[in-house]
C-alpha cells in the first residue's frame, strides 16, 4: 500500500515537472550547470524519482545529478537507477551520460556560481544544511 502512495505522488512529481518545464520560460542565468535537474536527497523517493525521470519519454533528453549527503550508497543508488537492482524493471537509455551521483560537498565545489533548471528536494527538513545550489526565481 505504501508502495502505491509512493509512486502516486512520483507520478504527480513527474507530471507538474514536466507541464511547468513547459508553461515557464524563465530567463536563464548567464551559467547553467551541465545536468539540468538535480535531485537533492537521493535517498529511497529520491532514487526512485531519478529512475522514473530518466525513463520517461518527456525526460529523454534531460540530465539529472543526484546530490547525497555521503558516498556510502552510491553503488545501490547507481544499480537501482540505471539497472541491475533487485527490484530492476530493465535499465535506462543512455543512463551513464544522463546521470551522475555526487556528495553535497563535491556539487557545492564543482558548480559553485552555476545553477539547475529544476531543483527537486528530496532530502528531510535537517538532511541538508547547505542549499546553495537552490537559486531563488
Given at each position: 500500500?505504501?508502495?502505491?502512495?509512493?509512486?502516486?505522488?512520483?507520478?504527480l512529481?513527474?507530471?507538474?515537472i514536466s507541464?511547468?518545464?513547459?508553461?515557464?520560460?524563465?530567463?536563464?542565468?548567464?551559467?547553467?550547470?551541465?545536468?539540468?535537474?538535480?535531485?537533492?536527497?537521493?535517498?529511497?523517493?529520491?532514487?526512485?524519482?531519478?529512475?522514473?525521470?530518466?525513463?520517461?519519454?518527456?525526460?529523454?533528453?534531460?540530465?539529472?545529478?543526484?546530490?547525497?549527503?555521503?558516498?556510502?550508497?552510491?553503488?545501490?543508488?547507481?544499480?537501482?537507477?540505471?539497472?541491475?537492482?533487485?527490484?530492476?524493471?530493465?535499465?535506462?537509455?543512455?543512463?551513464?551520460?544522463?546521470?551522475?551521483?555526487?556528495?553535497?560537498?563535491?556539487?557545492?565545489?564543482?558548480?559553485?556560481?552555476?545553477?539547475?533548471?529544476?531543483?527537486?528536494?528530496?532530502?528531510?527538513?535537517?538532511?541538508?544544511?547547505?542549499?546553495?545550489?537552490?537559486?531563488?526565481?
Amino acid at each position: 500500500m505504501a508502495a502505491n502512495n509512493i509512486n502516486r505522488i512520483l507520478v504527480l512529481l513527474l507530471m507538474t515537472i514536466s507541464s511547468s518545464t513547459r508553461a515557464f520560460s524563465a530567463p536563464q542565468p548567464a551559467v547553467t550547470a551541465k545536468s539540468d535537474l538535480v535531485v537533492v536527497g537521493c535517498g529511497v523517493l529520491g532514487t526512485s524519482l531519478c529512475k522514473q525521470l530518466l525513463s520517461h519519454p518527456d525526460f529523454a533528453s534531460r540530465t539529472v545529478t543526484a546530490i547525497t549527503k555521503s558516498t556510502g550508497r552510491h553503488d545501490a543508488i547507481r544499480s537501482q537507477v540505471l539497472g541491475g537492482g533487485d527490484d530492476d524493471n530493465g535499465s535506462v537509455k543512455d543512463g551513464d551520460e544522463r546521470f551522475q551521483l555526487m556528495t553535497m560537498d563535491d556539487a557545492l565545489s564543482q558548480y559553485a556560481g552555476h545553477s539547475f533548471k529544476g531543483v527537486i528536494f528530496c532530502a528531510p527538513p535537517l538532511g541538508i544544511r547547505r542549499l546553495s545550489l537552490c537559486r531563488e526565481g
